[in-house]
């Protein structure tokens, strides 16, 4: 897969709020466990634990073990590989929509240059 085309797989896995907000607090913090992600959640311990297995199937998120506990952190690589595909998408987007903004302008322009016919008189 090419780093531009969108993985809708990581996609649905960032589209999910508290799983951004997992890998915002692994930014800042570098790396934390299911328990300590989940005291400043609000979601149960077991729950940030399936919210980090869906991150780590799509690369996002790796692990390293740390006694009884998994040290997660987020993959730098794949975070970027995300932001590429979303500036690309957007480029997409931004494409299209100028051309609908013309198309839109063109119509306009000649709804005021065509003169109005008459009405007919029954």
Same mark, same amino acid.
């Given at each position: 897969m090419s780093p @531009? @085309?969108?993985?809708?797989d990581?996609?649905?896995a960032i589209g999910d709020p508290t799983r951004r907000r997992m890998l915002d607090l692994l930014l800042t913090t570098g790396e934390g466990t299911a328990t300590t992600l989940g005291q400043q959640l609000p979601?149960?311990?077991q729950a940030v634990a399936k919210h980090l297995t869906?991150?780590?199937?799509?690369?996002?998120?790796?692990s390293r073990s740390a006694g009884r506990e998994k040290l997660y952190h987020v993959n730098e690589a794949q975070l970027a590989r995300a932001v590429t595909q979303l500036t690309s998408v957007t480029a997409a987007w931004d494409a299209r929509?100028?051309?609908?903004?013309h198309?839109?302008?063109?119509?306009?322009?000649?709804? @005021? @240059?065509?003169?109005?016919?008459?009405?007919?008189?029954?």
């Amino acid at each position: 897969m090419s780093p @531009t @085309t969108v993985d809708d797989d990581l996609w649905s896995a960032i589209g999910d709020p508290t799983r951004r907000r997992m890998l915002d607090l692994l930014l800042t913090t570098g790396e934390g466990t299911a328990t300590t992600l989940g005291q400043q959640l609000p979601v149960t311990r077991q729950a940030v634990a399936k919210h980090l297995t869906v991150l780590d199937r799509v690369g996002l998120v790796q692990s390293r073990s740390a006694g009884r506990e998994k040290l997660y952190h987020v993959n730098e690589a794949q975070l970027a590989r995300a932001v590429t595909q979303l500036t690309s998408v957007t480029a997409a987007w931004d494409a299209r929509l100028h051309r609908i903004k013309h198309l839109a302008e063109s119509i306009q322009r000649k709804a @005021t @240059t065509t003169p109005a016919q008459p009405k007919k008189n029954s």
